[in-house]
C-alpha cells in the first residue's frame, strides 16, 4: 500500500537530540499537512503547505519546525522537545488545500524521553 | 473556529447488530463531512463523506445523515463484522473557504464475535 510513507516508523528522542520526520506522496498532490495524535484528543492540525508554501501555523511552538522543499516531500524537524511532545505524526496530502480527500501515511510513533 | 464533538468515545456492539456514532458541529458554514476509520497500528481512511445538499448517503453497509439545521451528522453501520473494530472520527469543514478538517475526538468501535 503506498500513496503517502512516513519514516521513521518509531522514534524514541532525548530532549536535547535533533531529529527530522519525513513524508513523501507519489499521489500528485498540492497540499500537504503534518497532523499530531494523541490519545484521547481530535487529530490536531499542525502545518498546511499548498504548493510547497506554508499557508497555516497552528500556534506551534517552534521546536518543532517543518520544511517542504517541493510538492511531493514534507519534513518535520524536531529540536529541544518535551516529554509531552510524545505521540504519533501523521503526514497527509490532498489534491489542493481543503478540498476533498485527506489521504494519511501510516505515522510516526515519537518518544521524548 | 470550528468545533467538532463526537460520541460516544467507545461502543461495544454484538457481531450482526447496527452501531450508530454522533458528531455535532459549530460552524454553520460548514459543508463537506466525512468520516475516518483508523484500525489498529494503521493510518487514517475515508470510508465514506457527505456534503451539505444531501441529508443521507448509503455505501453497503455503511451511511451517514446529516442534519444541516441541528448542526449533526452520524455514521451507522450495520450487520457489523470484527473487522469493523476500529477507530472512527467525523470532521468537518467548510469547503467552499478551502478550510481544513475539524477532527472529532475518535469512537472506538469494538464488534464482539
Known amino acids: 500500500e503506498t500513496g503517502v510513507t512516513q519514516t521513521p516508523r518509531h522514534l524514541v528522542m532525548g530532549m536535547t537530540n535533533k531529529k527530522s520526520l519525513k513524508c513523501e506522496q507519489h499521489l500528485g498532490h498540492n497540499a500537504m499537512y503534518w497532523y499530531k495524535q494523541s490519545a484521547k484528543k481530535p487529530l490536531e492540525l499542525m502545518f498546511v503547505y499548498s504548493l510547497e508554501e506554508r499557508v497555516e501555523n497552528n500556534s506551534v511552538p517552534s521546536r518543532f519546525s517543518p520544511e517542504c522543499p517541493n510538492s511531493s516531500h514534507l519534513f518535520l524537524h524536531l529540536h529541544t522537545l518535551q516529554p509531552e511532545d510524545s505521540a504519533l505524526y501523521l503526514c497527509?496530502?490532498?489534491?489542493?488545500?481543503?478540498?476533498?480527500?485527506?489521504?494519511f501515511g501510516e505515522g510516526s510513533r515519537l518518544t521524548v524521553l | 473556529g470550528e468545533n467538532v464533538e463526537q460520541h460516544p468515545s467507545t461502543l461495544s456492539v454484538q457481531e450482526g447488530d447496527s452501531a450508530v456514532i454522533k458528531c455535532t458541529y459549530s460552524d454553520s458554514a460548514s459543508n463537506y463531512f466525512p468520516w475516518y476509520k483508523q484500525e489498529l497500528g494503521k493510518r487514517p481512511q475515508l470510508i465514506i463523506d457527505i456534503r451539505s445538499n444531501v441529508g443521507e448517503k448509503k455505501d453497503q453497509r455503511i451511511a451517514v445523515t446529516l442534519n444541516k439545521t441541528a448542526k449533526h451528522f452520524s455514521l451507522h453501520i450495520t450487520e457489523t463484522q470484527p473487522e469493523d473494530s476500529a477507530v472512527y472520527f467525523c470532521?468537518?469543514?467548510?469547503?467552499?473557504?478551502?478550510?481544513?478538517?475539524?477532527f472529532g475526538t475518535g469512537t472506538r468501535l469494538t464488534v464482539i464475535p
Open positions: 470532521a468537518a469543514a467548510d469547503q467552499t473557504g478551502a478550510n481544513n478538517l475539524f
Open positions: 497527509a496530502s490532498s489534491q489542493a488545500r481543503g478540498t476533498g480527500e485527506l489521504f
